[in-house]
């Protein structure tokens, strides 16, 4: 690709004019769209290269793109930025094959890391080695030299920590959800969770910070929803993070606090923390992993059903309070006894404060995992965005998975039921849950795209919408996520093979590259493909990443 600039006495970077070229450019306004012309931050037009012509003489530069793909940039609609980044920069656990390797990477870290540093690591998932069991307390206090470590699961939802992170804790022992020697969930986790992440400075946190939005901008990512919440991080993280994205160029930062709500000025509290809902991680229960999601029926491998936290009732007075005060609510529902809870307490609440009221609202609901009939009814009905994971399935689905050891191998194949969801009219909008799930946009396309479950496989380009205009819809936008004129210039430059038009269908491969389909095409995202690789972000006109090789 090559940049031509036109010179201009009075243009700056905010006010530039420029017309992108001699590529692919993904819109509706145009399945034929091979140039586009970004102004003040905004699409201005999007054509065909013939009448490119007339533009180049009036901007203020030409970019050539040398045959590469534009995109809308993609919006990940649920990250937890902090902990991504001290992912990124620390230890993780993620590629540890056996529990001998992680328990040696935790030996490797703490030898290089400073003395007084709390050791914070996660990633781990013990139903993928071969030992089937996670590190034991006195295991871990041996690896990390008898210092203060934290490592989550790769749920989130349950950590391991030593001894003298335990000791940091005053009352550990009488929280709900300790264990004297298995993984800390509930109350004790989220003690433990937030004496480690309290000793971070606030230099260290920036760093991570800044770490993870720069990696999410190099894979072409323009959004993040950071789901923060006080059982997740701390006033003083989110803030951090919000007053950080609003400075400093690179993808633009929405913000939810998970905290319940019950009358406006509780509901006026979160907006001026910044956030632009009382929604993400709330928690209605945990996760299938940590066996804490909640179920009508007990666990395959466990004999109970979980852990509720919230309870029809709650999440009715949540809604109503913050549907009376204009403001978005959300939570987070795994198993299929918290999205009925979901469901009903929603419902309660329309019937409190009126249907339309709720379903102008747009109220969310993050992973939504066990949807059974009934529930996908329900969420159609109210109106419910879902935020959902691909991922997860790419990860733990399949009859060998993790989903099939904690349901049966008969309810695993329910989960994550995309296809159904859209066929309702559920509104989807796509995320990572990072660093449960690593940022991965086109992976996360794909693995909609080719469900180990073929009955909820959804096509490309649907999957392709959910993941960049379904994240601005699910704040509530709709005038963003698609390159079409008056439009944010969000946008992402690819370098990548033929385009196709891909549908969902594992009997015969029905795909076209004849350009008379009338449809925009995509990468093809068949499984073993190449993904394409982000050559250049761009946020609000302003270039937030250039790769290495553009």
């Known amino acids: 690709m090559t940049e031509r600039t036109v010179p201009s006495s009075s243009a700056t970077p905010s006010d530039r004019t420029v ?8 819109s509706p306004a145009d399945p034929f769209a091979t140039a586009m012309v970004v102004e003040r931050g905004h699409v201005a037009w999007v054509g065909s290269e013939g009448a490119a012509d007339a533009f180049a003489s009036g901007v203020d530069e030409v970019f050539d793109l040398d045959g590469a793909l534009v995109t809308p940039a993609f919006t990940d609609a649920h990250v937890h930025t902090t902990s991504t980044g001290l992912a990124l920069t620390g230890l993780d656990l993620s590629t540890a094959r056996t529990l001998d390797e992680a328990l040696a990477l935790v030996r490797a870290h703490a030898a290089v890391r400073p003395a007084g540093e709390v050791l914070i690591g996660g990633g781990w998932d013990a139903s993928r080695w071969p030992e089937r069991r996670h590190p034991s307390r ?21 950590a391991v920590v030593s001894t003298a992170l335990l000791d940091l804790v005053p009352g550990i022992t009488g929280l709900t959800g300790h264990h004297p020697d298995e ?19 606030p230099a260290q946190r920036a760093a991570a910070q800044r770490a993870a939005l720069a990696h999410a901008a190099s894979l072409g990512i323009g959004t993040v929803h950071e789901c923060a919440g006080p059982d997740i991080s701390d006033e003083e993280d989110f803030a951090g993070l919000l007053k950080l994205a609003a400075g400093e160029r690179g993808p633009r930062v929405f913000g939810y606090w998970a905290e319940q709500v019950a009358n406006a000025k509780e509901a006026e509290r979160i907006r001026e923390l910044g956030a632009i809902g009382a929604a993400g991680d709330l928690f209605v229960d945990g996760s299938l992993g940590s066996h804490t999601a909640c179920l009508h029926r007990p666990y395959a491998d466990a004999p109970h059903t979980g852990t509720a936290h919230l309870d029809a009732a709650a999440i009715a007075a949540h809604v109503a309070a913050c549907t009376e005060a204009g403001l978005q609510a959300g939570f987070h529902a795994i198993g299929d006894a918290a999205l009925t809870a979901v469901a009903d307490g929603v419902r309660a609440a329309a019937d409190k404060v009126g249907l339309a009221r709720v379903r102008a609202a747009r109220h969310r609901v993050e992973h939504a995992e066990m949807l059974t009939p009934a529930t996908i009814a329900a969420f159609a ?16 689905g399949g009859e060998q998975g993790m989903y099939a050891q904690r349901l049966g191998t008969d309810r695993a194949r329910t989960l994550n039921p995309y296809a159904a969801m859209l066929k309702a009219g559920i509104p989807l909008a796509f995320g990572s849950d990072s660093p449960v799930t690593p940022l991965d946009p086109w992976g996360t396309v794909r693995a909609a ?22 994240g601005w819809r699910a704040i509530g936008r709709d005038d963003a996520g698609t390159l079409v004129p008056g439009a944010p210039a969000d946008y992402a430059i690819w370098h990548t093979g033929d385009l196709v038009v891909q549908a969902p269908d594992d009997r015969v491969a029905r795909w076209s590259t004849d350009p008379r389909s009338g449809t925009p095409g995509l990468p093809d995202l068949t499984p073993g493909a190449e993904l394409p690789v982000c050559l250049r972000t761009v946020v609000a006109g302003h270039t937030v990443y250039v790769g290495p090789n553009a």
């Open 19 to 26: 017309l992108l070229r001699g590529g692919e450019v993904h």
């Open 138 to 158: 006195a295991e871990l206090d041996s690896a990390a030299g008898g210092r203060p470590l934290y490592l989550p699961r790769i749920d989130v939802h349950s």
């Open 183 to 201: 993984p800390l969930t509930g109350a004790a986790h989220h003690a433990v969770r937030a004496a480690a992440h309290g000793a971070i400075g």
């Open 381 to 396: 009905d109210l109106g419910l965005t879902a935020s959902v994971q691909p991922a997860f399935d790419a990860a733990w």
């Open 449 to 470: 795209a080719f469900h180990r479950t073929p009955e909820h496989r959804v096509s490309v380009r649907a999957a392709f919408t959910a993941h960049t205009r379904g």
